[in-house]
Every structure is written in C-alpha cells, then in structure tokens.
C-alpha cells in the first residue's frame, strides 16, 4: 500500500477515532447522522491495506423477533462500501446501487464483521462487493456502486 492511500485513509476532517474498550483505535465518521444514531460502526485499515469495519450487535439493532434487523444489515453494508472507497476519493460521493441476500440471522452480542473489495474503479463510479460475517459465518452478501461527486462550490448549495 502506498502512501498516499494510507493519508487519504486518515486525513479526514470529520473522523473519530476510538479512545477506548474494543474498538480504541477504531475510526468512525461523525458527520452522517443516521450511522451515528444507528451504530456505532466503525472501520480500520489492517497492515495489507484491506478495510475491516465491524460493530457489536446491540438491542437496538434487533427486529422484533430478535435477529439482526435487515435495515440495519443494509445499512452497515452501505457503510463498509464507503469505509472501503474511502480512499479512492478525493471529495464526496452517493451510492447510486446497492444488491444484497440476507443469509443468517445476527444475534445480539455478536461482533458483525465487514469485508469488501473494489471490483473496478473508473473515473466516477467505483464499483465494490463484500459481506458481512459473525466469526466464520456468513451473515449477508451485498454489492454495490458509489459514485465520486465533485465538491459544491457555495453557490451550488441549497
């Protein structure tokens, strides 16, 4: 891994990194409402260069029959895609797609586990697969598509 993947990784002004319990260390975003109030998720680059990003199932996070709920499988999907592209951006970007299978139930007090991998990265769509596990069991598969917006200049901005 270059240097400059590793700076795209940590040089963002809205990161969080974990100070303590299991995830010290971690790195979350503080800017997107909805994942803060959902998660915590969180992410981390390991020593090749891969993206894990993980979060521990809460009661918050269950359906009524007390699994995983679906939404917040999906969710956590659409955030290990951006954990992932994150370095390949150089300003915002959208998930323009988003496919996934549900496999098995989570339950809570499990540690969730993200793994995606870049399947192609043109000039404004990246394009990116994973799944989701709890140990060596498969949990969700997904895909999906981002793509790299340019920044708004002021003018642009509602």
């Known amino acids: 891994m270059d240097d400059l993947t590793r700076t795209a990784f940590l040089n963002r002004p809205d990161l969080h990194v974990g100070t303590e319990g299991e995830f010290a260390g971690w790195r979350t975003w503080s800017r997107d409402n909805f994942e ?8 981390r680059m390991e020593d090749d260069g891969s993206i894990r990003s993980a979060f521990r ?7 009524g029959a007390k699994n995983v709920h679906g939404g917040c499988f999906m969710s956590f999907a659409d955030y290990c895609l951006f954990a992932t592209a994150a370095t390949l951006f150089e300003g915002p970007g ?12 989570g339950y809570e007090g499990e540690l969730v ?10 000039g404004s769509l990246i394009f990116l697969r994973g799944e989701l596990k709890s140990g060596e069991r498969r949990l969700f598969t997904f ?13 642009a901005k509602p």
């Open 57 to 63: 199932v809460e009661k918050k996070h269950l359906n």
């Open 94 to 105: 959208v998930t323009v797609s988003f496919a996934c299978e549900f496999l098995d139930a």
């Open 143 to 155: 895909s999906g598509t981002i793509k790299r917006l340019k920044p708004r200049t002021s003018a």
């Open 113 to 122: 586990e993200g793994f995606v991998e870049v399947t192609r990265a043109g």
């Open 36 to 43: 803060t109030h959902n998660g915590p998720f969180w992410h």
